[in-house]
């Protein structure tokens, strides 16, 4: 009963299928005949519509997952992004260390030099020294806490010497910052020079690297800009 049931089968599925050179005898399957299709030739109508279908044993799978397209902007997302040119009434502070002046002096008139040129006002801005790194975050923690200021950029140089100490403070002045900014909901922004030596800071003070104040405030400037006008 299976064997005319199946070949039953077979012969309606044959007779819906154009055949190419019919039959072939392989002496591998003792003769048997087995059917080879021009799978070019098959009806669009037999198409599998299944995600696994087997044929005669072959087994074809189709992938569920719809095609991946690159990401392209549409009317119907909205992009967030803080200017740099809408900038009236926005307030900074400054939090600066005077350990290491030399530098911190330099990457604070990088910064205040930035603001001018994107029209902050220099009552608009307020430096708070601290003496060093280290006590950065929580100064920048307190000001975020008082609800005047817009964002809060921390300045400060640590360099390397021959102790542990400098990865002690530079850990803790990175987390100190990052801590400030969670808590108090204002962005603080990260402007602590890691050094290797003095020649690194200097490069990077208006040496041959630029100042990293002045870059570090057109962040603030930024961020700013995006919490006042899109998250608030």
Known sequence: ?????????????????????????????GGSSILRLQLSQIP????????SSSIGGA???????????????????????????????????VVVA????????QLLEGALATFKNYSIKEEDIDVVWVPGSFEIGVAAQRLGSLGRYHAILCIGAVIRGDTTHY??????????VLSAGLKSGVPCIFGVLTC???????????GKSGNKGAETALTAIEMASLFEHHLK
């Open 196 to 206: 290797d030596n003095m020649e690194q800071a200097l490069n990077r003070a208006g």
């Open 1 to 29: 009963m299976a064997a005319a049931s199946a070949s039953a089968s077979t012969q309606c599925f044959n007779s819906r299928l154009p055949l190419t050179d019919n039959y072939h005898s392989d002496p591998r399957h």
């Open 59 to 93: 087994i074809e799978r189709k992938d569920h997952h719809p095609q991946r397209s690159s990401f392209a902007r549409t009317a119907a997302v909205r992009h967030l992004v803080g200017s740099v040119t809408t900038t009236q009434g926005l307030r900074f502070a």
């Open 98 to 105: 005077r350990f290491n002046e030399i530098i911190t002096k």
């Open 44 to 51: 669009k109508s037999l198409s599998l519509s299944s995600s």
């Open 167 to 176: 990865d002690a403070v530079a850990n803790s002045a990175a987390s100190g």
